[in-house]
């Protein structure tokens, strides 16, 4: 990396294996957060414990929401109060004394955490070159080394809002780069990289190479100016330690007009407005532009944009009813709402009638003119909100898609923790799922949460997707959303070309059982069947279902069509269970209610090649009241003998039972009630011995430990097919579109 002069280390310099990196932008509105929000996704894929620092808060009156937004995602335990320094006032009253203070806050964070995200001030105060030196500054000081955040936009506010905001050339980025390096070098900090956010999308390998060429001269400079031969003039500092001349690594990422959008609920906010009528959840998405209709319906119409909010004067029903019948066309674009200013009331006729449009676009009333409305809206600023699913997705895409990962851990050097945390193993199930490249059908297109986790997946780049529904409904409704599906293929169940082709299969497949074509005609038109089909013929890898419809509806056509693997009995269950440092296998909690000797035998032996998928290394505890020899019963029988027989069926396999929770998880008590086991005391997966134990276990392990289970995972088919809770969360689609991505990797 290139160093812009050597810090003097600080007394209590950092324990030995901790990482920062300190973001820091040049001037305002560059979107670091959204930067720094990338750095903490990557930094927690590898260690166990990321802290995020802000050395300079806006004030301690109204709290950081971009601090929040960050605490909100890092999972390290820390509170807002711990993860701050000091505030602008702090800096106005006393540079040094806030500068000592920094340091002193940081190193208690820094004691709790394996790496710290640092995330410069926001240009809300002081101006820019003196801010950039301050907070070069407090990264000298801090030993962290920075990663400086170019913005590559002129215009913010109103600008970007109404569509002015205009793009920096790379001529421009390169001058901005020269200033920045000067700072930085000033204040002795270390620099790790640069990049251009917010980048003309045309011009991204031009704005690289110019901030490229302008950081060699800097530090080819220097390097010349820290040679034995270099004028005396240079600072003994300098001079005494050599600095090699190495490449500054320079990323560019594109503008997204999400990102920098404002939501319909900070617009509402910011025109002290009532929603009147419309979805209250849709207020979440963003206003990609701003229409004021004060003419004529025939020069509205043709002004509306996507995803715009339209400001319509109160008193103009007229124009308020044509707004709302364009939405709904389908034939104009969707809009993100509507605003009515001036405070009048619509007259009784004119709200029965839109009452009965049933209209979910929100329809917002302010006592505001229209200019001030104007006005507020086009200032109101977009925030990378917690709750704004849609700015995470782009903001963590275009930073995995612009961004090379690997190089910026490796100049940092972070090394991958030993542990496995629940958040590192969801994070290496999208990075196995992306890897894999497949195929995944999504019947449920008609819930919101398929919705959004299908816009989630295409984003990240996890899987590629069709999406079962009639396509202006599936897309409509995303559109409403404010989701961007537009990579995912919309397939009608009632399609005649493939209705008729999966009848002709399905009918093939169970002409045993007296099916007939007109049977499975009717048969195949339901979305689990239309799903299984597609999987079947190869028309996807696999299936993820069940967020509407129930276990047994998902799953019955994969029993009739996909069938099990040749030499499994049964199809079962696994949950994948992520304690704080490790991942557990449990099975089964969800299919088979009493399962046989035989079948427990199939589970132990399907669930330990399920964990050998997700690189968990087997080791069967085969889970019963007693351990080993010191019990007797009908159901210590039962697993005793599913032991036997998983031994002769796959010698290699560590198994021990029957045996007792507690010894399968506890060193101490399994050196007690089973020395020498392989197994006791360090078991990796759980096999129980019916379905209500593992049901129950599974959900007081969740619930009491705080893990995350991911599942059911079902496991013994064909191909993959995987059931998802009804009251799954966006995320546990997410999950589960991964794992079934990773099963079909290796049924491929």
Not at 206 to 226: F, H, M, N, P, T
Not at 719 to 732: E, F, M, T
Request: charged share 20%; aromatic share 4%.
């Amino acid at each position: 990396m290139a160093h812009f002069d050597t810090p003097s280390i600080p007394a209590d310099a950092p324990r030995a294996g901790v990482k920062s990196i300190y973001i820091t932008s040049a001037e305002g509105h560059s979107g670091k957060s959204t930067i720094a929000l990338g750095v903490l996704d990557m930094l927690r894929r590898s260690v166990q414990r990321v802290g995020v620092f802000r050395p300079v808060a806006r004030s301690v009156s109204a709290r950081d929401y971009v601090l929040e937004m960050l605490l909100a995602s890092e999972g390290s335990g820390l509170d807002y109060e711990q993860a701050i320094g000091v505030t602008y006032d702090d800096v106005h009253d006393d540079p040094e004394a806030a500068l000592s203070r920094i340091v002193e806050r940081y190193k208690a964070v820094e004691r709790e955490c394996d790496a710290v995200v640092i995330l410069g001030s926001d240009y809300t105060d002081v101006g820019s070159p003196t801010e950039l030196g301050f907070n070069a500054r407090i990264a000298a000081n801090l030993g962290a080394p920075v990663l400086l955040v170019l913005g590559g936009r002129k215009g913010q506010g109103s600008d970007e809002l109404l569509g002015h905001s205009d793009a920096r050339t790379a001529d421009e980025m390169r001058q901005i780069t020269e200033l920045a390096l000067v700072e930085l070098r000033t204040a002795h900090a270390t620099l790790v990289g640069i990049i251009a956010n917010r980048s003309d999308p045309g011009h991204l390998e031009k704005i690289r190479d110019a901030i490229g060429s302008a950081a060699r001269e800097a530090v080819d400079g220097l390097a010349a100016a820290s040679s034995p031969a270099a004028s005396d003039a240079v600072a003994p500092v300098t001079a005494s330690i050599p600095v090699q001349p190495r490449r500054v690594p320079v990323w560019a990422i594109p503008e997204d007009r999400v990102l920098v959008a404002p939501s319909m609920a900070g617009i509402l906010e910011s025109i002290d407005g009532t929603l009147v009528l419309g979805d209250e959840r849709l207020l979440a998405r963003e206003a990609l532009g701003v229409v004021v209709a004060a003419m004529s319906m025939r020069n509205v119409l043709p002004r509306l944009t996507e995803g715009a909010v339209v400001v319509v004067p109160g008193d103009r029903a007229e124009l308020l009813l044509a707004v709302l019948m364009a939405n709904a066309s389908g034939t104009f674009p969707s809009l993100a709402g509507i605003v009515l200013n001036g405070g009048f009331d619509l007259p009784e006729p004119v709200m029965r009638l839109i009452v009965g449009l049933d209209p979910k676009i929100p329809i917002i009333r302010t006592d505001l003119g229209t200019y001030e409305t104007a006005v507020r809206i086009t200032s109101t600023r977009g925030r990378l909100a917690a709750d704004s699913q849609v700015k995470y997705d782009n903001a963590l895409g275009l930073f995995e898609q612009y961004v090379d990962r690997n190089q910026l851990l490796k100049l940092l050097d972070v090394s991958k923790a030993d542990v496995v945390t629940p958040l590192m193993f969801e994070y290496g199930l999208l990075d196995r799922a992306r890897a894999a490249g497949k195929h995944i059908v999504l019947p449920e297109g008609g819930d919101d949460r398929i919705l959004r986790a299908a816009a989630t997946v295409l984003k990240r780049g996890v899987a590629r997707l069709t999406i079962l529904g009639e396509e202006d409904a599936v897309r409509g409704r995303a559109a409403e959303l404010g989701l961007d599906i537009d990579e995912a293929a919309v397939v009608s169940p009632s399609d005649p070309e493939l209705r008729q082709r999966f009848a002709q299969e399905y009918q093939r497949l169970r002409s045993h059982k007296g099916i007939t074509f007109d049977m499975a005609f009717d048969t195949v038109v339901d979305v689990s069947y239309f799903g299984t089909m597609m999987v079947q013929l190869g028309l996807a890898d696999g299936m993820v279902s069940g967020a509407v419809h129930t276990t047994a509806h998902t799953i019955r056509p994969a029993f009739e069509i996909i069938k099990t693997r040749p030499g499994v009995s049964v199809v079962s269950s696994v949950f994948l269970m992520a304690l704080a440092d490790r991942v557990l296998v449990y099975g089964d909690c969800a299919v088979v209610p009493d399962p046989t000797s035989e079948q427990l035998a199939d589970i132990a032996i399907s669930s330990s090649e399920t964990a050998l998928q997700f690189g968990i290394a087997p080791r069967v505890a085969m889970l019963s009241y007693s351990t080993g020899s010191s019990g007797s019963g009908a159901d210590v029988e039962k697993v005793r003998t599913a032991t036997a027989l998983v031994r002769e069926l796959r010698p290699s396999l560590l198994v021990e039972g029957p045996i007792q929770y507690d010894a399968a998880t506890d060193a101490v008590v399994a050196a007690a009630k089973m020395p020498g086991s392989k197994v006791a005391g360090r078991a990796t997966v759980f096999i129980f011995p019916d379905l209500n134990t593992g049901n129950n276990t599974y959900k007081a392990v969740q619930r009491s430990a705080g893990a995350i289970a991911v599942g059911p995972v079902l496991q013994g088919l064909n191909k993959p097919i995987n059931d998802l809770s009804r009251g799954a969360l966006v995320q546990d689609i997410v999950n589960t579109i991964a794992i079934t991505a990773i099963q079909a990797e290796g049924t491929s």
